[in-house]
């Protein structure tokens, strides 16, 4: 701050930050890029929301409470103590070749034989959307994704000034006409698709997951088209009937690049995931991995890997699906229960999430202070569309609170609904 003159401060002094509430004196030196790069406008109800008397159904934090903290503990004691420089170190671009030869068996059960030269360790599998849309996108491009899709994906899509063409979903996910449809109206109009995004299992925001019989269609409607997919896939081993969907990636090994994450399935504090993806792209993300992070962080990759070796972690992984199994079905009980006729909601099979979606002429973005009033929060469907869709819809999360707090945050939530229908 202290480099710039005063004089240029006063000359951009009206200027208003993205959040419209603090001036800001580098405004007119931002790069284009950051134009879309806005606070969202609910953050400041989701500040009370955090307090202890409401509860919150809007964030989706993996319930880590689940997690023996002992053991974690130790594992990472030990790692300083044996391989201490190692971890503490600078490690390859790629990832600690180790870790992704176990990512490799981490995927086997999806269906998926990648080869570690083809993983690319990553800063969770955000910073991997991050690293994808920087190498295929520019200002303009077309990526297609699922209505309505992951907040986070779609930030990162509006900083590189992606076009974002939604394709609708039903209870089965992903509809395939719809896909076909979407290709060919943006083909006709001569602008290029660079990927379809989906996150086919036990979808965030949406609850649903995509049929085996739906995966097939879209994977032939993109191979006919020359349409990359991006498979997103944090939640696919959270299943709650321990069923683990195949991977379009199995199907597919050219024209999809799978993502994975340890962030729902061990810890999001260590911040791995991972890419597979053709060797092609493997290289130019490996590169544009290196010019942002130089490399994933060392002592976590080698906390998970120590993690995956020397623990139970599937037996953890299945600690973690029934623990959000009886929160999940606590939630889907409560909707039941109590939310007024009119409203309906999706029944997910695993993941963290469930859609609801109220009568014609309610607005949950308008809703929400009043909900925080009485003490509940959730996320208003507008933040999951890049085109101000979604406004008679909510995502609920079911992963954190107990039980009994989803019950309560139902209850309150369904008397705002009611209040709402009445006015
Ligand atoms: N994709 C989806 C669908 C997600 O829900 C999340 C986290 N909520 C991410 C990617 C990013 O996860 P992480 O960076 O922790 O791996």
């Known amino acids: 701050m202290g480099q710039y ?25 931002y790069a284009t890029r950051t134009h879309g790069m806005t606070a969202s406008e609910v953050r400041s109800l989701f500040a009370v929301a955090s307090r202890p008397e409401v509860v919150s159904l809007a964030g989706g934090m993996p319930n880590i409470s689940g997690l023996p903290l002992d053991v974690v503990g130790s594992l990472l004691s030990e790692l300083i103590e044996k391989r201490g420089t190692t971890a503490l170190q600078y490690g390859s671009g790629q990832g600690d070749p180790q870790l992704r030869e ?6 086997r059960p999806v269906g998926v034989h990648g080869h570690p030269d083809d993983v690319t360790v990553t800063v969770g599998s955000q910073q991997a959307l991050d690293l994808i849309t920087r190498i295929f996108i520019d200002p303009g491009d077309v990526i297609l994704a699922e209505a309505p899709s992951y907040v986070g994906a779609l930030s990162t ?12 979903m039903d209870d089965d996910g992903l509809v395939p006409e719809r896909v076909r449809q979407a290709i060919a109206t943006v083909q006709a109009s001569g602008r290029t698709i660079k990927f379809l995004y989906t996150i086919p299992n ?34 696919g081993l959270l299943g709650f009937d ?19 994450s340890f962030s729902k399935t061990f810890a999001p504090g260590f911040r791995v995931g991972w890419t597979l993806a053709p060797h ?14 130089l490399c994933p962080p060392a002592f976590s990759q080698l906390a998970v890997s120590e993690y995956l070796s020397g623990h139970d972690w599937r037996g953890q992984v299945k600690a973690f699906r029934e623990l ?14 109590l939310m007024p006729a009119g409203a309906h909601w999706t029944r997910p099979r695993g993941g963290f999430y469930v859609w609801l979606t109220l009568p014609a002429g ?4 308008a809703m929400l202070p009043r909900a925080v009033t009485n003490r509940v929060a959730y996320v208003p469907g507008t933040a999951f569309y890049a085109d101000g869709f979604g406004s008679r819809s909510m995502r609920l999360s079911f992963c954190y609170p107990t039980p009994d707090r989803i019950r309560e945050g139902v209850r309150r939530l369904a008397q705002v609904i009611e209040q709402e229908m009445e006015l």
């Not at 003159?5 to 030196?29: C, E, H, I």
């Not at 509006?158 to 609708?168: P, W």
């Not at 965030?204 to 991006?230: F, M, Y």
């Open 5 to 29: 003159p005063d004089a240029q401060r006063r000359n951009t002094a009206a200027a208003v930050s993205s959040t419209g509430s603090k001036l800001d004196s580098y405004v007119d030196r």
């Open 102 to 107: 176990q990512i490799c068996d981490v995927m």
């Open 157 to 168: 899509f509006r900083s590189y000034q992606a076009d974002v063409v939604h394709v609708e």
């Open 202 to 235: 036990y979808h965030n925001p949406a609850g649903v997951t995509l049929t085996a019989q739906r995966r097939q269609e879209i994977l032939g409607i993109c191979q006919d088209a020359g349409v990359l997919i991006v498979e997103d896939d944090p939640y």
């Open 242 to 260: 321990g069923d683990v969907p195949r991977a379009m990636r199995a199907d597919d090994p050219e024209g999809v690049i799978y993502l994975g």
């Open 280 to 293: 092609a792209v493997r290289e130019k993300l490996v590169l544009a991995a290196e010019s942002s992070v």
């Open 324 to 337: 959000y199994r009886e929160r999940c079905d606590a939630m889907l009980g409560a909707l039941d229960d």
């Open 362 to 365: 309610l607005d949950t973005k």
